[in-house]
């Protein structure tokens, strides 16, 4: 088939999917709305996938250049001739390529769309139904935001839920634990914008440094809300216990997860969490936020645990619930290991998409 796959902008995400499909029989054709202010992704396009030339992609997306790029997107469907478009989030990039006549769609969530961005008014839930009941076909990482699809118009039966899993070889235990038993060291590589609550963590980790001298916290990543998160560090005092690695590649990320006893992540929004996946495949016991999509994947005691989403101080009783039972950190990564094992198989699960692509091509 030739596929047209269009995304918002060019992340990890969207790197794991394109180089699947360039792996596929499928040729593969790759459309990007947006260049936006912080690029996650270093690596390049995967070979065979056709980069393709348009309106977007230069700049932030803005809703006055909707109309141009409905136009242009239209021009590079009647230029290409795909059998099938592979478009989200929901009220971007789905939305255009509804607007542009051309049938069919799979509609791809992308977790922030249904959870979050369906909330931000009239003009978000028109998009959203809008686009729904025009997909030909719909697919998400995880229940809750099929419930929410549905919810908006999305016909069940026309559905599929694939977490988007990792590389269980390369996110995978470490042969070798080297882990000082003076030190517990709390890792959260979230993005440092709203939706991710890494400040709701900075005020928690500043509560349990007062307690435990022999707590440290390491933040990967970056992001708008840095300023915010640095200064909750600096006047709680706990700054000088926390390490600011920035961006890290993909390829060395399994070392990070490795010096970590326990990872956090206090999102308030999401869908299943990638980095979340990583965690649970490096052993990791993870400590999360009690959102619907966390609860798939963290069950508590067992291979982690969950504390109410935005709640500082619960949080940080979390953490340190964590280091009073140390000893049975081992046997918790064991079952985080096993949980992706079970559900988290980036290469068995991608062959739901191109079984979504078929059913799709049929209906």
Request: glycine letters at 6%.
């Amino acid at each position: 088939m030739k596929i047209i796959y269009f995304s918002i902008d060019y992340c990890p995400h969207d790197h794991r999917f394109l180089s699947a499909l360039s792996e596929s029989e499928h040729q593969v054709f790759y459309v990007r709305l947006q260049r936006g202010p912080r690029q996650t992704e270093s690596r390049p396009v995967p070979e065979n996938i056709k980069i393709i030339q348009w309106a977007g992609g230069q700049k932030p997306f803005e809703w006055r250049d909707l109309p141009k790029y409905i136009l242009d997107f239209r021009r590079a469907v009647r230029k290409i001739k795909p059998d099938l478009i592979h478009a989200g989030p929901i009220q971007t990039c789905a939305l255009i390529a509804v607007l542009s006549g051309f049938r069919p769609i799979l509609t791809m969530s992308w977790g922030f769309d249904l959870m979050k961005d369906v909330y931000r008014g009239r003009w978000w839930q028109f998009a959203t139904r809008y686009t729904l009941k025009r997909s030909t076909y719909f697919t998400s990482d995880a229940y809750v935001t099929r419930d929410k699809a549905i919810e908006y118009g999305m016909n069940p039966e026309k559905t599929v839920v694939f977490p988007w899993g990792v590389d269980l070889d390369h996110f995978a235990p470490p042969s070798i634990v080297h882990r000082p038993l003076s030190g517990f060291t709390v890792f959260c590589n979230r993005s440092w914008e709203p939706n991710y609550g890494v400040d709701v963590l900075a005020r928690a980790f500043v509560k349990v440094a007062k307690q435990k001298p022999e707590v440290s916290l390491m933040l990967l990543a970056g992001g708008s809300q840095g300023a915010a998160i640095r200064t909750i560090l600096v006047r709680g005092g706990a700054e000088e216990r926390v390490t600011f690695p920035g961006q890290i590649a993909n390829a060395e990320l399994p070392r990070f997860y490795h010096m970590a006893d326990l990872y956090v992540s206090p999102s308030h929004v999401d869908g299943s969490s990638v980095s979340l996946m990583e965690a649970l495949a490096c052993g990791l016991p993870c400590l999360v936020s009690d959102i619907p999509a966390n609860q798939e994947w963290v069950t508590e005691g067992q291979n982690g645990w969950l504390f109410r989403d935005g709640d500082a101080d619960e949080l940080a009783a979390k953490i340190l619930k964590a280091l009073e039972m140390r000893e049975k950190l081992p046997e918790i990564g064991k079952n985080a290991r096993s949980i992706a094992e079970e559900k988290a198989n980036w290469p068995k699960n991608v062959e739901k998409l191109l079984e979504a692509y078929e059913k799709c091509r049929k209906l």
